[in-house]
């Protein structure tokens, strides 16, 4: 049923979505007859009634079973791939993770006494065996996934690759398609030309895995601190319904919620730490700088000395700019005080509420703009060959850690210019601003540790 029991008091739970009844409604029904309940909160997929069937369907066994040849070991499996030190280190964690399953053989049998491993996160299945790549903004994660896919497929699996973000989902297409030429692949999002084939592997965005119940033998969700992924139950119960029982989960960020680096810092929840990128030089540190706020340089018509000083050594180096700023009416009065205090014409603002964002977004990517006032709509999936990152109204409320650290993260991703600049512009020191710095430093610390960093890299450059 489209609602299912849960006491005998008649507390239901829409099986579609996971949703309670908080969000169930009662109204009289003309196929039962009586006061039928329907949830709200998926009702743009169509009306989930009590009386009402919901049709599953049902696993299917791929036609071809294929097992890997026992003479190809694990690390042979991995070297295929061309991966960094760090790369191969955590792709092996990872790999033996999911070949690990003591109570299940592919394809699609479900795991017989427990054997799952608890990830110590609440309010999921507990037979998911959840593991967390923890990898750096830049760390190649794509590169590090495809042999875990392989080896799903080579057992005559299915693999699912979820994000919550539809651009991602798009260009890993064409990525996947080159690494996997003889694998069916489907990508679904809102509006794509597939929408029923099965395929080898799955290319999704979060809202499209409502469509599938214990469909896939390993699942990889990409950015699961992204909006609108986290922090929405909903979207949390359809990817744990994608999973076969006691199938393996890969969970990839560059900065988990809170309480998953807590479970994984106290061995709850297995894990894999990549701490540098994939051309081995450290990551950018912020350089933390005092100013005023935004809205004090919008009302004298001024920019701080120390803002158009680092602002015109990133231009004179060649470098395009990230400025983000904390809220959307900001970015285009911002960009018009740029513009005027550093006479360079080629300023740009753009935001979510921008029809033109993405018209902007390639005018940056080929150089046409220099400078790009923004939010954190562009803190992720958006990379500048050679760029430098100033974030202003660093100690506002809406710039937690995490986006700090993915902001942060836009400089110093390409290979030709690993070193580049970043600046917390704020009027006061704040725990996020302090975290941040200290995650990008600790993972540059444990990158130099365990020797991942290129021999000839000086140390981490910071904005100043």
């Given at each position: 049923h489209g609602g299912g029991r849960a006491d005998a008091r008649r507390r239901l739970r829409c099986r579609r979505c996971g949703s309670g009844e908080a969000q169930l409604r009662r109204t009289p029904c003309l196929a039962c007859g009586r006061l039928c309940a329907y949830c709200e909160a998926c009702l743009n997929m169509g009306r989930s009634r009590e009386c009402e069937l919901l049709v599953l369907g049902v696993y299917i066994p791929h036609r071809h079973q294929r097992l890997t040849p026992p003479a190809f070991s694990l690390r042979d499996r991995l070297m295929k791939w061309n991966l960094s030190p760090a790369q191969l280190d955590a792709a092996g964690e990872a790999l033996r993770f999911i070949e690990s399953s003591p109570s299940r053989d592919l394809p699609g049998k479900p795991a017989i006494g427990a054997g799952a491993v608890s990830s110590g996160l609440s309010g999921e299945r507990p037979d998911i065996r959840n593991f967390l790549l923890w990898a750096v903004t830049g760390a190649g994660k794509t590169e590090m996934i495809f042999p875990l896919v392989d080896s799903v497929l080579s057992r005559g699996g299915r693999a699912l690759i979820a994000s919550p973000r539809r651009d991602v989902i798009l260009e890993l297409d064409p990525r996947i398609r080159r690494a996997f030429p003889e694998a069916e692949v489907v990508t679904l999002y809102g509006g794509s030309e597939q929408r029923w084939e099965r395929g080898d592997i799955t290319l999704s965005t979060t809202h499209q895995l409502f469509r599938f119940h214990e469909a896939f033998d390993l699942v990889i969700l990409d950015e699961v601190d992204a909006f609108p992924y986290h922090g929405d139950p909903l979207l949390k119960y359809a990817a744990d319904k994608s999973c076969l029982p006691g199938a393996p989960r890969l969970l990839l960020s560059a900065t988990p919620p809170r309480d998953m680096q807590r479970a994984a810092k106290r061995g709850a929840l297995a894990h894999a730490r990549v701490p540098v990128r994939y051309h081995r030089h450290p990551l950018p540190e912020p350089?933390?700088?005092?100013?005023?706020?935004?809205?004090?340089?919008?009302?004298?018509?001024?920019?701080?000395?120390?803002?158009?000083?680092?602002?015109?050594?990133?231009?004179?180096?060649?470098?395009?700019?990230?400025?983000?700023?904390?809220?959307?009416?900001?970015?285009?009065?911002?960009?018009?005080?740029?513009?005027?205090?550093?006479?360079?014409?080629?300023?740009?603002?753009?935001?979510?509420?921008?029809?033109?964002r993405a018209a902007k977004v390639m005018s940056f990517r080929s150089s046409d703009i220099r400078i790009l006032v923004t939010t954190t709509i562009l803190e992720r999936g958006v990379t500048i060959p050679k760029s430098d990152v100033f974030i202003l109204d660093a100690d506002g409320k809406l710039f937690d850690e995490a986006s700090l650290v993915q902001m942060a993260g836009r400089a110093g991703r390409n290979a030709a210019d690993p070193n580049g600049l970043v600046y917390f512009f704020a009027k006061e020191r704040n725990q996020s601003q302090l975290r941040a710095f200290k995650h990008i430093r600790s993972m540059n610390r444990i990158a130099k540790d365990r020797g991942f960093l290129l021999a000839s890299t000086a140390a981490p450059r910071t904005g100043g």
């Open positions: 350089k933390l700088m005092n100013a005023p706020t935004v809205n004090a340089m919008l009302q004298t018509g001024k920019l701080p000395g120390a803002l158009i000083t680092a602002m015109q050594k990133s231009l004179n180096r060649g470098a395009q700019l990230f400025v983000f700023v904390q809220k959307i009416s900001q970015a285009e009065p911002l960009a018009a005080l740029i513009r005027s205090r550093l006479q360079c014409p080629h300023v740009a603002a753009t935001s979510s509420q921008d029809p033109d």
